[in-house]
């Protein structure tokens, strides 16, 4: 299976999209099955020639040479869930900042964000315009017509209330910052907050801080793997509070997950294979 990442080109995608990635896999290699994790990221996928089995907890992709093009969108998502790959895979996958993905849509976030794995199909040209994009072979190309077309549905989004409070909850300072002071802090409710995050993001701003402070543990861990033990006092109030997150977000004891994770291109997909 070959995965590859790449970053935006274009500087004006950069304010929106931390990456894309390829994913492709030969029809004579075993099924790869692996646990993901919730990520602070919107994340919107195409693939070419697959039919998609979707759990709550569990999405299986094979190989079906009669099959449409399948475009999915990942946001509401706060817990692991198992991916399965069998066969022939051809996968692009777009990751978009906070709030970045609203910027390329004609309706808010969570309008499109209804089951496990919805389909996504926010434009009338998108499906067609994602298989021509598919079938470009050279990676570098393919990226590149990508960028081309999210370019080419950039309108204006703006939401000074949730600029605000990501810039806030995305401060290391302040990782442990509670929301009632954050809200006292910025002179809005927490109610009013929620909402937003709710149209926009598609996750609570606690299941949000509570997706960051998570990742920094796993980045700090990454970053020095001799020193494992400092990440909750880094991150968290306290062992106990990092084990109780991490069992939530993961399914797996800190000491466990640390064991078996799989960082993969320079450590952006942070995946346990099975």
Not at 3 to 29: M, V
Not at 82 to 107: R, V
Not at 162 to 169: K, P, S
Request: hydrophobic letters at 35%; charged letters at 25%; aromatic letters at 12%.
């Amino acid at each position: 299976m070959i995965i590859k990442i790449y970053r935006p080109q274009s500087l004006l995608l950069k304010r929106y999209i931390e990456c894309f990635y390829i994913l492709e896999k030969s029809a004579n290699e075993r099924p790869v099955t692996y646990f993901t994790f919730p990520g602070i990221y919107s994340i919107v996928t195409i693939s070419a020639q697959t039919s998609t089995f979707v759990t709550q907890d569990k999405i299986i992709t094979k190989h079906c040479p009669t099959a449409s093009i399948e475009t999915n969108l990942v946001c509401d998502f706060n817990e692991p869930v198992l991916i399965s790959y069998d066969g022939k895979i051809n996968e692009i996958t777009t990751y978009f900042k906070p709030l970045g993905l609203n910027a390329f849509i004609p309706h808010d976030l969570r309008h499109y964000s209804s089951g496990t794995f919805p389909d996504f199909n926010p434009h009338d040209d998108y499906k067609e315009a994602m298989a021509a994009i598919l079938s470009i072979r050279d990676h570098q190309e393919r990226i590149k017509a990508l960028e081309a077309y999210w370019i080419s549905k950039l309108r204006p989004f703006a939401d000074p209330l949730l600029d605000h409070v990501l810039r806030e909850m995305l401060d290391a300072g302040n990782l442990n910052q509670s929301m009632t002071k954050l809200s006292h802090q910025i002179g809005r409710s927490r109610t009013t907050i929620n909402k937003h995050f709710d149209q926009h993001i598609c996750k609570s701003p606690s299941q949000f801080k509570k997706i960051v402070r998570f990742r920094a543990a796993i980045q700090s861990h990454l970053d020095d793997k001799n020193n494992i033990g400092q990440s909750y006092h880094v991150d968290y109030f306290d062992q106990s509070h990092m084990i109780r997150d991490f069992k939530k977000l993961t399914g797996f004891t800190p000491k466990v997950f640390f064991s078996r994770i799989a960082a993969l291109e320079r450590k952006e997909i942070k995946w346990i294979f099975i």
